[in-house]
C-alpha cells in the first residue's frame, strides 16, 4: 500500500511537471491538439469515401464501421498520451539517458513512462471519443452500456502497450535507429477493421499471437454484437495477460542491454 | 567547361551519397521494412476484397483498386524530399547560417541529400513493398515499355512538384517558427486532395469536382491514373509543367525577398 502511494505521488508530480512544460507553449499545445484532430480526422474521411461506394463492409454498416473506428482512435489515442514515451526507448539507449533510470530505485518501465507525456495524443483521444458518441446514438445503443467504454478503452490500450514494450525490447539488442514507429502504425492499422474481414491466419494471429484484435474489435462486439457477457470478460483477461507476457519479456531483454557509453 | 561541369556534378553527387549513407547504419532495418510492407499489403488487400464482395460501381476494378493503393505507398516511400521539415529545422536551430555559407544554395543542397535518401528508401521501403505485393498477394503489375516510361516522366514530375510544395511550406517557416501548424495542412492536403489513400475518381461526386480544380492531384493521382488506366499523357504532362512553372515563379520570389530579410536566431 505504502508502494501504490509513493507511485501514485511520483505519478502526478511527473504529470503536472509535463503538463506544466507543456503550458509553456501554450500555442505549441493547441495547434498540436488541433493538427492531430484535423490528421485523423482526413483519414477517417477516406473511410466515409469509401462508403459512398457501398453499404456495408462484410455485413458492417457504416454506423457499425464507424463505432470501431472511433472507439480504435480513442485507445490509440489513451496510448498516445500516456505511454507514447516506452517506444522512446532507443532514444534514451542512444544519448546514455537509459543508465541514469538504472540507477534509480523505482520501476524502471514507470519512469520511462513519467518521463515525457505527449500532447499530439489528446486530439485523437477527443476525436475518438466524439465519433464514438456520434456513432452509439446513431446506432441507437443502449444507455447503460456506456459506462463500459471506460474500462474497455483502457484494457484496450493495455494491447497497445504490450505490442510498444514487445518491441522497443528489439532496441537492447540492437542500439537504437530501427523503424518500429512504421512498423507499429500498420500494426494498429489492423484494429480500424472488424477482424472478420481478413483471412483465417490472419485472424487467429490477430486473436491469439498480437491480440489487436483485443484493443478495438472484441470490446467493440461488447456494444454492437448480440452477446455482451463473453467479451466483456474475455477483453480484460486477454489484456492483461498480454501486458504481463510483454512486461516479462521486456525485462528480462534488459539483461542484454550494454550501455552505449555516451 | 567540361571539367567545371563535372566537378559540379560530383559535389551534389556527394550530397547525394551523404544522405543516403545517414539511413545505412542498422541491418535490422530492412528486416522491420519487409514485415512493415507486408501488414501494409495485407490490410489493403483483405479491405479491399470485403469492400468489393458488393457490387461496386465506380471507375476502379477490385484489381485496379488494388494496383493503385499499393502503387500509392510505394510512391509516398520515395518521392518525398521533407523540404519543409529540413528547412524547418534549419530555422529554428540556426544552422541556416553556416548552410548559406556552402558553395551550392541551401535548396539545392536539400534537393540532392534528400534525393540520396530516396534513393535509400526506394532500395529498402519501396521494393520490399512491391516484391510483397507482386508475390505474396498476387498484385500484377504488368505494363507495356511506353505506358511504364510515361509513367516514370509523369511521376518524376510530381516529385519536382512535391519538392517545390515542400520548400514552400519550408520558407513558410521563416515566419512561423512552429512549423506544426504547416506540416498537419500538408498532410490534410496530401490525403485528401491528392489522391494519397483513394483514386480521386472514386470520391464523391460534389468532392471531386472541387478537388479537380485543385493542383494537388497531380502529386499522386496523375502518374498513377495514367499507369492504371491510362488516358491523355501529354495533357496531364503539360498541366504538370505548368503548375510547376509557376509554383516555381512563386517559390524563387518569396527565397529571394525572404533571405533578404532573414535573421539568424542566435545558433
Not at chain 2, 499522386?220 to 491523355?232: E, Q, R, S
Request: charged letters at 10%.
Amino acid at each position: 500500500m505504502n508502494m501504490l502511494s509513493k507511485y501514485l505521488k511520483l505519478y502526478l508530480l511527473a504529470g503536472s511537471n509535463n503538463l506544466k512544460s507543456l503550458l509553456v507553449y501554450k500555442l505549441d499545445f493547441i495547434i498540436g491538439l488541433v493538427s492531430m484532430f484535423l490528421n485523423n480526422a482526413m483519414r477517417f474521411l477516406i473511410l466515409v469515401f469509401i462508403f459512398n461506394l457501398v453499404d456495408n463492409i462484410k455485413g458492417w454498416s457504416f454506423d457499425q464501421m464507424l463505432f470501431l473506428y472511433g472507439f480504435s482512435t480513442m485507445v490509440t489515442g489513451l496510448w498516445h498520451c500516456f505511454f507514447i514515451n516506452v517506444i522512446s526507448l532507443p532514444y534514451y539507449i542512444r544519448t546514455g539517458e537509459f543508465d541514469r533510470f538504472l540507477l534509480r530505485p523505482v520501476n524502471l518501465l514507470f519512469q520511462i513512462t513519467i518521463d515525457s507525456l505527449d500532447e499530439d495524443g489528446w486530439g485523437e483521444l477527443l476525436l475518438g471519443l466524439a465519433l464514438v458518441l456520434v456513432a452509439y446514438s446513431r446506432l441507437g445503443l443502449p444507455l447503460w452500456k456506456l459506462p463500459l467504454l471506460v474500462p474497455l478503452a483502457l484494457s484496450g490500450s493495455a494491447i497497445f502497450i504490450a505490442v510498444s514494450l514487445l518491441l522497443s525490447s528489439v532496441s537492447f539488442i540492437s542500439v537504437g535507429g530501427v523503424p518500429v514507429m512504421e512498423l507499429m502504425g500498420k500494426l494498429f492499422e489492423f484494429t480500424k477493421y472488424p477482424v472478420n474481414i481478413f483471412s483465417q491466419s490472419l485472424k487467429v494471429i490477430l486473436t491469439c499471437v498480437i491480440p489487436l484484435g483485443f484493443a478495438a474489435y472484441y470490446p467493440g462486439l461488447v456494444f454492437l454484437g448480440p452477446e455482451t457477457l463473453p467479451y466483456l470478460i474475455l477483453a480484460p483477461v486477454v489484456s492483461a495477460a498480454y501486458f504481463v507476457f510483454a512486461y516479462f519479456v521486456w525485462n528480462y531483454s534488459i539483461k542484454f542491454y550494454v550501455s552505449s557509453g555516451s | 567547361m567540361l571539367q567545371k561541369l563535372s566537378a559540379r556534378l560530383k559535389l551534389r553527387a556527394a550530397f547525394a551519397r551523404i544522405g543516403f549513407a545517414r539511413n545505412q547504419v542498422y541491418a535490422i532495418a530492412t528486416y522491420i521494412n519487409v514485415l512493415t510492407a507486408f501488414l501494409f499489403v495485407a490490410i489493403q488487400y483483405f479491405l479491399w476484397k470485403a469492400v468489393y464482395e458488393n457490387s461496386v460501381a465506380g471507375a476502379y476494378s477490385f484489381k485496379e483498386m488494388l494496383q493503385y493503393v499499393v502503387a500509392a505507398e510505394i510512391l509516398s516511400a520515395c518521392i518525398h524530399t521533407n523540404a519543409d521539415r529540413q528547412l524547418g529545422a534549419m530555422v529554428r536551430t540556426g544552422s541556416l547560417a553556416h548552410v548559406m555559407l556552402k558553395p551550392v544554395s541551401f535548396t539545392e543542397q536539400i534537393f540532392f541529400e534528400s534525393l540520396g535518401v530516396n534513393i535509400y528508401r526506394g532500395i529498402f521501403v519501396a521494393l520490399p513493398l512491391l516484391l510483397c505485393a507482386v508475390f505474396a498477394f498476387g498484385v500484377e503489375y504488368r505494363f507495356g515499355f511506353f505506358e511504364l516510361a510515361g509513367f516514370f516522366a509523369l511521376a518524376g514530375l510530381s516529385y519536382v512538384f512535391i519538392y517545390l510544395f515542400e520548400l514552400l511550406l519550408g520558407l513558410v517557416s521563416f515566419f512561423s517558427i512552429n512549423t506544426w501548424g504547416i506540416n498537419s495542412m500538408k498532410l490534410a492536403v496530401l490525403t485528401i486532395f491528392s489522391g494519397r489513400f483513394l483514386p480521386i475518381s472514386v470520391y464523391p461526386e460534389q468532392v471531386r469536382a472541387a478537388v479537380d480544380c485543385l493542383p494537388f492531384k497531380i502529386m499522386y493521382f496523375a502518374p498513377l491514373n495514367y499507369l492504371i488506366k491510362g488516358g491523355d499523357w501529354a495533357g496531364v504532362l503539360l498541366q504538370q509543367c505548368l503548375w510547376i512553372a509557376g509554383l516555381f515563379l512563386l517559390v524563387s520570389f518569396l527565397q529571394g525577398a525572404l533571405l533578404k530579410k532573414t535573421v539568424i536566431q542566435g545558433g
